[in-house]
């Protein structure tokens, strides 16, 4: 326990970096980071292309997670592995269940 005369420090301020502590960019690699995942909407605006066929389509079954495209004939033909109920439908890249969006 603290007694009444001891008051609370602040945490000390960290040591500034200079340029040269930072580690160097390997050859071939960006030194910018990633600009990260992209938001709903900018996925929208991509060209759709199925994973099975490799056709550029207007509509696809799309992953929430990793953004796995499928057509819809590609869907119903590979229907009996991604699905055991026709409800939702199980990703095969990263596992994630997604709905059919009919239910």
Do not use: H
Not at 11 to 34: C, N, Y
């Amino acid at each position: 326990m603290r007694n009444e005369t001891e008051t609370c420090r602040p945490f000390a301020a960290a040591p500034a970096m200079k340029t040269a502590d930072l580690p160097t960019a390997q050859p071939g690699l960006s030194p910018e980071p990633s600009p990260g995942p992209l938001s709903r909407r900018e996925r929208r605006r991509l060209p759709l292309v199925c994973v099975a066929c490799r056709q550029t389509v207007r509509f696809a079954w799309r992953c929430r997670r990793c953004d796995f495209a499928m057509c819809q004939p590609c869907m119903d033909d590979n229907r009996w592995g991604m699905t055991c109920n026709n409800i939702t439908w199980t990703c095969p890249d990263c596992g994630e269940e997604n709905n059919y969006g009919n239910q």
